[in-house]
């Protein structure tokens, strides 16, 4: 008799249980390619859920999940029933799909865990191969968009991309590269495999935007694409305001506002823009959603008195990024800092830079199993500025009882880091209850 999952526990377990499966990481392209295929089997097997949708597609180093979710809302206050999905999720596993104005429901998240688990079985019998957690997560979101009846959706790659579990996306209507920049090396060794990697998402006949600037990694997407590409021109901007609570700028004459904070959003915001106007969007409605984009931990202020700002980079470029808009911030008070990385960031450019910024800092690692933290604990040998705490709680509760209503306080390194730490203010039984982060 098959047990049936009757919670979101029950359902979140089941599914982080299958990131004991084989990845990119551990067995290289051959395999990824092989786990390609069996991917889009199980979809067949499904039913071809994604061949009802209009797919959106996004790849890149920065930017990709806020770029995912300006979209979302663009085509959300543009009357589509849109669906998107991101990864990794910042507290709790909901967070990864929406459907309209809200993650996907408890009910619906056990509802569809259920059949796709029942499915993968009998897919297994009948000769398919297991299917992974990011596998698993990115056909339940598809699926989930099917049945709900979205005709859009708008999907961040996890890694990569050529073989991706999205790049099952035969037809999207619609590719974006956001940027390359120096990461997952670990996985692709040399930036030549990691661009060629990323490339692999653009479709011939497909309309594809980047905001990526190198001739060199241009032409990379050009072989790729066949033809001309479409570039987005940062010197079309005039920032008008950009401080602590939002940006307001012109692109092409036009006025728009984001409550998404730092110089970098806007570099995102172009490429949605650009995206939506290509795919006939009106500019009332590009405006609407851009103005209401929300997206937890990316330089998210979690509090005002004191400032306290939640943010997910994950790698030096979003660091300096983060960083830069910091340095154009009056701060009277203190300046705190907590931090930890994934144990394959290369930071060495970055903490140099942070003792010089911040006055107080605390190193410490964040909980998940699923990922190796960096250890930062040799790094604390001056007691009197950086400090390490073991249990990324104990730093916050350490820096709350210090800091004062004029002081700042950045967590930032990783979006694991931030989503255990946002559930001091937003608990993830919550974030369930109300489907929706803040």
């Keep these: 008799m098959k047990k049936t999952i009757t919670t979101y526990k029950e359902a979140v ?217 479409k570039i987005i021109k940062y010197q079309n901007i005039k920032i008008i305001k950009m401080d602590i609570v939002g940006t307001i700028f012109k692109y092409k004459n036009r006025e728009y506002k984001l409550k998404l904070l730092g110089e970098h959003q806007i570099k995102n915001a172009l490429l949605a823009i650009e995206c939506a106007e290509d795919l006939n969007i009106k500019y009332n409605d590009i405006k609407k959603g851009l103005l209401n984009t929300f997206y937890p931990a990316r330089m998210e202020v979690i509090n005002t008195d004191p400032f306290i700002i939640l943010d997910g980079a994950h790698n030096e470029d979003k660091l300096l990024a983060t960083l830069l808009f910091f340095k154009k911030q009056k701060v009277t008070g203190r300046r705190y800092l907590i931090f930890t990385c994934v144990k394959n960031k290369d930071i060495k450019n970055i903490i140099p830079q942070f003792k010089k910024y911040f006055d107080i800092i605390y190193l410490t690692r964040f909980n998940t199993p699923f990922k190796k933290c960096a250890d930062l604990s040799k790094l604390a040998k001056n007691k009197n500025k950086i400090y390490y705490k073991n249990y990324s709680r104990d730093a916050l509760e350490e820096v709350l009882t210090k800091i004062n209503k004029n002081d700042f306080l950045v967590i930032t390194g990783s979006i694991f880091l931030a989503g255990e730490l946002r559930e001091h203010w937003y608990s993830s039984e919550n974030i369930v209850k109300k489907r929706w982060s803040f």
């Design 13 to 229: 377990n089941f599914i982080m249980s299958l990131a004991n499966t084989s990845s990119l990481k551990t067995e290289g392209i051959d395999v990824a390619r092989t786990k390609l295929l069996n991917v889009r089997k199980f979809l067949n097997f499904l039913g071809n859920p994604e061949k009802k949708l209009k797919v959106i597609h996004i790849a890149g180093t920065s930017g990709k999940g806020s770029t995912t979710m300006m979209l979302h809302n663009i085509f959300y206050y543009s009357g589509k029933k849109v669906g998107s999905y991101t990864s990794p999720h910042t507290t709790t596993f909901l967070e990864r799909i929406k459907i309209g104005n809200k993650y996907i429901s408890e009910k619906d998240l056990i509802n569809f865990t259920n059949i796709l688990k029942d499915r993968m079985n009998k897919f297994i019998e009948i000769g398919g191969s297991p299917i992974s957690f990011f596998e698993f997560s990115f056909c339940l979101a598809i699926f989930a968009f099917a049945k709900k009846g979205c005709s859009v959706a708008v999907i961040e790659t996890g890694c990569g991309g050529r073989y991706d579990s999205s790049n099952v996306i035969k037809k999207p209507i619609y590719t974006i590269i956001t940027n390359i920049g120096n990461d997952h090396l670990d996985i692709f060794k040399t930036m030549k495999n990691l661009v060629y990697e990323k490339a692999g998402i653009i479709k011939k006949g497909i309309p594809f935007l980047t905001g990526e600037t190198n001739k060199k990694w241009l032409k990379v997407f050009e072989k790729e694409y066949s033809k001309k590409i």
